[in-house]
């Protein structure tokens, strides 16, 4: 059975403290791991998508990276402004194009 | 910037009543999908529809829930009867045919059953 784990489930860091969110999975054939972040009241927005082990992409304080097992959300240097829930979801190759999702990492950047 | 466009952003329906959802994908964007989030819960999927076609719907409860496409208008996610469990945020995403390509989400409506 395909399964996304996130761990932790909530993490408060200092402005300017480091960290990393993780993502393990299992999954039958992984055509796509995606990263979101979810504000209170608010939809998912698209953070990055890895297709294959060993890929990295960054978007400014944000890096994510993928191994065959799981994914990390590396945040460097955060600001109250990232504070959000971020989601971790996976696609299959043998479901349809739906993503299923992981419950999330609460995060909390403290002034 | 037309996103996923989502009404109402907020439903109430007593117990018993219908609750209809619209959604509006991305322009350029053939395939919806539906996902319920129920509090402290995860996204979780419900169907995936194209124009007139349901191609997945093996996450949507058997009775009450039923989702269309149609050729022409939003996608509609209609659920009969409402029950208190029912209450929840539910989002549309949509994304381009490409496999793999990344989802772009709605804003949700909050359907609350009184």
């Known amino acids: 059975e395909d399964q996304v784990t996130q761990s932790p489930e909530a993490l408060r860091l200092q402005e300017g403290e480091s960290s990393s969110l993780n993502c393990s999975y299992t999954v039958s054939g992984l055509r796509g791991l995606f990263w979101y972040r979810q504000d209170p009241g608010k939809g998912p927005e698209f953070l990055f998508t890895l297709y294959s082990a060993g890929e990295e992409k960054e978007k400014e304080r944000l890096k994510a990276t993928l191994t065959k097992k799981e994914s990390f959300l590396h945040i460097t240097a955060p600001k109250p402004e990232d504070s959000a829930t971020y989601l971790c979801?996976?696609?299959?190759?043998?479901?349809?194009?739906?993503?299923?999702f992981g419950t999330g990492t609460r995060l909390t950047v403290i002034p | 910037n037309a996103g996923v466009m989502q009404n109402p952003r907020h439903l109430v329906r007593r117990r018993g009543q219908e609750a209809r959802l619209r959604c509006s994908p991305m322009?350029?964007?053939?395939?919806v999908y539906w996902y319920r989030q129920l509090p402290e819960e995860g996204l979780k999927f419900m169907v995936y529809?194209?124009?007139?076609?349901?191609?997945?719907e093996s996450g949507m409860p058997k009775e009450r829930f039923s989702a269309e496409f149609p050729k022409e208008g939003p996608s509609i996610l209609r659920i009969q009867q409402v029950v208190r469990g029912d209450s929840a945020a539910y989002f549309c995403?949509?994304?381009?045919?490409?496999?793999?390509?990344?989802?772009?989400f709605g804003s949700g409506t909050r359907l609350t059953v009184v």
């Open positions: 995403a949509s994304s381009p045919a490409r496999a793999g390509a990344g989802y772009t």
């Open positions: 322009k350029g964007h053939s395939h």
């Open positions: 529809l194209q124009k007139e076609n349901i191609i997945d």
């Open positions: 979801a996976v696609q299959t190759q043998t479901g349809a194009n739906n993503l299923f």
